[in-house]
């Protein structure tokens, strides 16, 4: 469930969730469609756009499956596999109905696991050790986002509908583990995903975060939502890669919508804008 996606399905699609509750990439969908539509008509403007409002920021809040990773990892694939496997052999069923299953649950459900968890009365700590057990080989270590994130100023924590395990292993593959504070996980918020609004105001309580001192860094426009309706500057990292309807959709945009504050396809260089305007803001 590393991540699951819950909502802004493309209609022609039956996908919607991903890493580790959802489906494929859609069928025949180009890995490389055309560059967004910047936000405004100039790229001067669209940069310092990036380097605006983060001067009281004193909570860094990052998602972590294509957020601190680059989406063209692609690690849902192997995740998406690995829940077909897990739902057969859990219900002793053929593969290719454990698929459909998937699908419905996470259709009638809103994710596949919260599904096997209502129809089936499945534990899910089974389910999350499985569909997480997956070769992070293709993780490269990232010497240049460690960098960047170590100067952020304040507080930094991870916020995932995955597991503290995944994420855990994953950070730690970028090498970036020890600069975070701590992991919100699904297990945290008792296995109720983002979008929902109950993790979000569970995890500003628990960390002590002030929503005015805050950012929250995401790949996926929903899950930015009620952030912004709390009070966080929010970013949304995207990519030319496409494993999920959503991106279809994020091309389709003449502007972001209002609670997408910042739109970014390079994290690095974004936070490194960041640091250059806090700097000098400071000077």
């Not at 292993?169 to 929902?196: M, W």
Request: glycine share 8%; charged share 20%.
């Amino acid at each position: 469930m590393s991540d699951e996606r819950t909502q802004n399905e493309n209609p022609l699609s039956p996908g919607g969730e991903r890493l580790g509750v959802g489906e494929s990439p859609t069928p025949g969908v180009p890995q490389s469609p055309p560059s967004l539509p910047s936000s405004t008509g100039k790229e001067g403007k669209v940069e310092a756009r990036h380097r605006a409002g983060f001067e009281a920021t004193q909570a860094w809040v990052f998602d972590l499956d294509n957020t601190l990773y680059p989406a063209e990892c692609n690690l849902f694939a192997q995740v998406d596999q690995k829940m077909g496997e897990f739902i057969a052999n859990f219900l002793g069923v053929p593969f290719e109905y454990a698929r459909h299953l998937q699908k419905s649950y996470y259709r009638q459900f809103g994710t596949t696991l919260t599904g096997l968890m209502k129809v089936h009365k499945m534990r899910p700590e089974a389910f999350l050790d499985y569909v997480h057990d997956i070769d992070l080989a293709v993780v490269p270590e990232h010497p240049e986002l460690a960098e960047a994130i170590k100067a952020l100023p304040g507080r930094r924590l991870i916020f995932t509908n995955g597991t503290r395990a995944h994420a855990e292993r994953v950070a730690g593959k970028l090498g970036i583990l020890h600069l975070f504070e701590d992991i919100y996980d699904i297990v945290a918020s008792d296995y109720v995903p983002k979008p929902q609004a109950g993790p979000y105001n569970d995890f500003l309580k628990r960390h002590g975060v002030s929503p005015k001192a805050a950012a929250m860094f995401e790949d996926m426009p929903h899950n930015l939502e009620v952030p912004h309706q709390l009070g966080l500057t929010t970013v949304l990292v995207h990519s030319s890669y496409v494993d999920h309807p959503v991106q279809i959709g994020i091309r389709n945009w003449q502007k972001p919508p209002e609670h997408v504050h910042h739109m970014t396809e390079n994290l690095t260089e974004f936070l490194g804008d960041v640091l250059e305007t806090i700097a000098v803001k400071r000077a």
